[in-house]
């Protein structure tokens, strides 16, 4: 069945970066979109950016441009999120998220979630 | 960027009762809009596409409406596991956006 299993937690300091990784399984991981959501304690889902792990072409909300990069590496199914210069603001849960075709219509797969804190 | 309105911000209901849930947007979104469940402690799941496309395995219990700027959400019947925040999310414009959510809970 198809899984988005992703990365442990982190916790970084301020202006350090973070690396969270989100591996795909029971599908070809080059079919779909990886999009990156974001959502802080107690609060809304913020959409992040997304990556067609094919051609490697990604898409980054305005508030991210320079500081988030999304790459992946297609030999282990694998989509990486990075962001720099973090701070206390970017506590949150961060999530990789698909939208894949299912016999006649859709279904999304999300991962299970990364918490990075960012606490000095 | 489309900004994305739900109302109301909580819904109190009894199980086995109707729910119906809004979503407004900025600006017209034709019918790229989709809804998600979440839970505490979960991530999100998708429950309509394209405004009224059900996602593979949702119950058909949930329903989705509308088009251009005003959505709708219909739950028929509520069930317990029913009871979580909803919300929705164009991909009309980029960026993609998600409104604030509405959370249905017991009454």
């Known amino acids: 069945q198809v899984q988005l299993v992703q990365s442990g937690a982190e916790v970084k300091k301020p202006g350090a970066s973070v690396k969270v990784s989100c591996k795909a399984s029971?599908?070809?991981?080059?079919?779909?979109?990886i999009n990156w959501v974001r959502q802080a304690t107690g609060q809304g889902l913020e959409w992040m950016g997304w990556m067609n792990p094919n051609s490697g072409n990604t898409g980054y909300a305005q508030k991210f441009q320079g500081r988030v990069t999304m790459t992946r590496n297609t030999s282990i199914s694998t989509a990486y999120m990075e962001l720099s210069s973090l701070r206390s603001e970017d506590t949150a849960v961060y999530y990789c998220?698909?939208?894949?075709?299912?016999?006649?219509?859709?279904?999304?797969?999300w991962g299970q979630g990364t918490l990075v804190t960012v606490s000095s | 960027e489309i900004v994305l309105t739900q109302s109301p911000a909580t819904l109190s209901l009894s199980p086995g009762e109707r729910a119906t849930l809004s979503c407004r947007a900025s600006q017209s979104v034709s019918s790229y809009l989709a809804w998600y469940q979440q839970k505490p402690g979960q991530a999100p799941r998708l429950l309509i596409y394209d405004a009224s496309n059900r996602a593979t395995g949702i119950p058909a219990r949930f329903s989705g409406s509308g088009s251009g700027t005003d959505f709708t959400l219909t739950i028929s019947s509520l069930e317990p596991e029913d009871f979580a925040v909803y919300y929705c999310?164009?991909?009309?414009?980029?960026?993609?956006?998600f409104g604030p959510g509405t959370k249905v809970d017991i009454k």
């Open positions: 029971g599908y070809t991981f080059t079919s779909y979109d």
């Open positions: 998220a698909t939208i894949a075709a299912a016999g006649t219509g859709l279904v999304g797969y």
């Open positions: 999310q164009q991909r009309s414009n980029w960026p993609p956006t």
